[in-house]
């Protein structure tokens, strides 16, 4: 099956989220899985004040990781970065599980640059 996980770190050292990653998919190799890509969105703005660990947190490290693997190591992923205090919050998305759905999925996750329709209209536009 193929997961995306999403990571946010605490801001600061960019080795404490190498590392994170790092084992994240250390546990996919080595359970059999394979690990498709990491997306380092870099550190940004919380949507709102996070709470986690005794320690309030307004912004973030985000990165992405696409792994194919089986149920029980997505839960032993979960179960690990739940109890590392570096991280404030993260979500693993099954993104499919046959092999119609998932063949054309990239590793990479792009961000997306266009945030309103209004700038999408306008993009499409200057195209034509």
């Known amino acids: 099956m193929l997961y995306e996980l999403i990571a946010i ?3 600061g050292s960019l080795n404490e989220v190498r590392e994170i990653a790092r084992n994240a998919g ?3 190799i080595r359970s059999g899985g394979v690990v498709r890509g ?3 969105w870099g550190a940004f703005r919380l949507p709102k ?3 986690k660990h005794q320690a309030r947190y307004s912004e973030g490290h985000h990165f992405i990781m696409r792994f194919d693997s089986s149920g029980s190591v997505q839960s032993s992923i979960r179960r ?3 109890l590392d205090p570096r991280m404030i919050n993260f979500a693993v998305i099954k993104l499919g599980d046959k092999l ?3 063949k054309d999925i990239d590793g990479k996750v792009q961000w997306n640059n266009v945030s309103t329709i209004a700038d999408q209209i306008k993009s ?3 195209r034509e």
């Open 9 to 11: 770190v605490r801001p």
């Open 26 to 28: 250390t546990q996919v």
């Open 38 to 40: 990491f997306t380092n």
């Open 49 to 51: 004040v996070t709470t």
């Open 80 to 82: 690990t970065l739940g």
């Open 100 to 102: 119609e759905e998932i």
């Open 124 to 126: 499409s536009s200057v």
